[in-house]
């Protein structure tokens, strides 16, 4: 039996908002909704003050919706950027400002994984640099609010000044770099929540100097919480990257990544495959530690373009903990030569 849009919508016309009483089609909260072909997607986009009671509420309804016959997948994400004094009955897409310009940046690429450790914000940085090797005008903003890692992988540790209310990005290897980093201690934590951390990324977006920019990289958190909804919600991305390692594992979490871009309206600018291969630094050997060749699958069956695979080496690790990315401390390298074949068919991509 095929599944349809109004059996997806009268079941949720059964499950009550927590806090209001009300069915989730009239509270409102279905901000997209889309059924093809036994995959059922869905955004639900509550108040700030009842995210934490829809938690099982949205878990609730991947439950019932899963127990569907004839439904194959399901995708819910759980957002709260719905201001509590928006009016109600509103159609998805409405009611939301549109995304905001970024004066003098003409591209915003969002590099992006569905999860941790596949050395995004290596590629991220490398990339960033490739580009700028190519002529381009490039800025890094470190979106990782968690963990930021560019002001150590770029070798940078000053702290940005304040001009004409804007802070001066810091120049780094011929690039402008913004990362929380250079705004707090080396080793303190960062107890932020999520309208917090949004609010945060829209700071470092538009009151940054970052022009002219021709291509703004963004090395995005892992996964896909508030921070990667309310970017491509508030910020004109031109298009997402998707950095993962081979193994299945990765590649789940990567589907997921690119699930909530393609949920957001999000173009997929293409896909890398980091840690390809190992290569022993002593015998040059080759080994296929995390498999191989799954990225270049994954892209393949999602229709997006395959950038490329990136080899996990020593010296690309030990340029990365030393500050000087590998695309400028070993310009002539195999690995920096892999990154500037990467930016040239983003660039091609991106028609730049």
């Avoid at 538009?206 to 920019?213: D, M, N, Q, R, S």
């Avoid at 080899?311 to 990315?325: A, F, K």
């Amino acid at each position: 039996m095929a599944v349809t849009q109004g059996m997806i919508e009268k079941l949720l016309a059964s499950i009550s908002h927590p806090r209001t009483g009300q069915d989730l089609i009239t509270a409102d909260v279905i901000r997209t909704l889309s059924v093809d072909q036994g995959h059922v997607k869905m955004v639900l986009d509550v108040e700030e003050q009842d995210a934490q009671a829809m938690i099982p509420i949205s878990e609730q309804i991947q439950t019932l919706i899963n127990a569907v016959e004839g439904v194959t997948e399901v995708s819910v994400l759980l957002t709260a950027e719905r201001k509590s004094d928006a009016p109600p009955n509103l159609k998805p897409n409405q009611g939301f400002a549109p995304p905001e310009h970024i004066e003098g940046v003409k591209t915003i690429v969002a590099v992006a994984s569905g999860k941790g450790g596949v050395g995004k914000s290596t590629v991220s940085a490398n990339l960033a640099l490739a580009l700028a090797k190519s002529g381009l005008k490039v800025g890094l903003l470190d979106a990782d609010i968690y963990g930021p890692s560019q002001p150590k992988l770029m070798g940078s540790n000053g702290r940005p000044v304040a001009f004409n209310d804007q802070l001066i990005p810091i120049a780094a290897h011929g690039i402008k770099v913004m990362s929380v980093g250079f705004l707090m201690e080396e080793n303190r934590a960062l107890v932020w929540r999520g309208p917090i951390l949004a609010n945060a990324i829209q700071q470092m977006l538009h009151e940054v100097a970052w022009a002219p920019l021709d291509v703004l990289v963004i090395d995005l958190p892992p996964g896909t919480g508030d921070v990667q909804i309310t970017l491509t919600q508030k910020t004109p991305v031109t298009g997402a990257i998707i950095v993962t390692t081979p193994q299945d594992v990765a590649l789940i979490d990567a589907r997921r990544a690119m699930d909530m871009f393609e949920q957001t309206g999000t173009p997929l600018l293409g896909l890398v495959e980091n840690m390809s291969t190992h290569i022993c630094t002593h015998c040059g050997e080759e080994d296929d530690v995390f498999g191989h060749g799954g990225g270049e699958a994954e892209a393949k069956a999602h229709g997006i373009p395959f950038l490329g695979a990136l080899p996990l080496t020593r010296v690309l690790r030990e340029t990365s903990d030393q500050g000087t990315p590998i695309v400028v401390a070993f310009p002539e390298s195999a690995e920096a030569i892999r990154f500037v074949e990467i930016a040239d068919k983003l660039a091609k991509v991106l028609k730049i």
